[in-house]
């Protein structure tokens, strides 16, 4: 039996060539997908560190040395602050929020209780965070009249919120939780998370 070896077309081989490079190129640059990728490959080049939490699985019972525990990694810096939620803010920079860009993370305290929780993603990660709380809640985010420009979802432990579309303002770009305590405090207080 004769070997056949099989020839292609020297115009068919660039085109495929062409293709291997040009394909990955567009996606990295023009595809919203793509530009996320490079840019959690590039904040994970700098060295921020990076949190994987499910917020919606945060509870008021949560203290400080507890959440240590979970992320030795995360050198939170706490200090005394008057908010809504709770007399310290417990801040950290970070780089990706569950493989997403982000910018922070905030937790607030209540004596040595977390009461609430602030994560400020990059605007272009509104999609895919919302498309990931989606997924993980199983329904999709409701207006809630108290809240209008906010969608919202209801947790085991309080309310977990982010804007309804994406923000101009990059530091508008918040999701947050709120346990059923910080709700309570909040709504005694008349007083409206910003």
Not at 51 to 68: K, M, P, R, V
Not at 78 to 93: H, K, L, Q, S, Y
Not at 165 to 189: C, G, H, I, N
């Amino acid at each position: 039996m004769a070997s056949m070896k099989m020839r292609l077309h020297p115009l068919y081989k660039k085109f495929l060539l062409l293709a291997m490079v040009l394909g990955p190129l567009y996606w990295l640059t023009l595809t919203e997908d793509g530009q996320l990728r490079v840019d959690a490959v590039l904040l994970t080049l700098a060295g921020e560190p990076e949190l994987n939490l499910t917020i919606e699985g945060l509870n008021g019972e949560l203290t400080e040395a507890q959440f240590h525990q979970l992320f030795p990694d995360l050198a939170l810096d706490c200090a005394p602050a008057a908010t809504p939620f709770g007399d310290r803010a417990c801040r950290v920079e970070i780089s990706l929020f569950n493989t997403l860009p982000a910018r922070a993370f905030t937790l607030y305290m209540a004596g040595d209780r977390a009461r609430a929780a602030r994560v400020d993603y990059r605007p272009r990660s509104q999609g895919a965070l919302e498309a990931q709380l989606r997924h993980r809640l199983g329904v999709t985010g409701q207006r809630d009249p108290d809240h209008p420009d906010a969608q919202t979802w209801r947790v085991a432990d309080g309310l977990v919120l982010m804007p309804a579309t994406r923000p101009k303002d990059p530091s508008q770009a918040a999701l947050f939780w709120l346990s059923a305590a910080a709700l309570s405090q909040v709504k005694d207080r008349g007083a409206v998370a910003e």
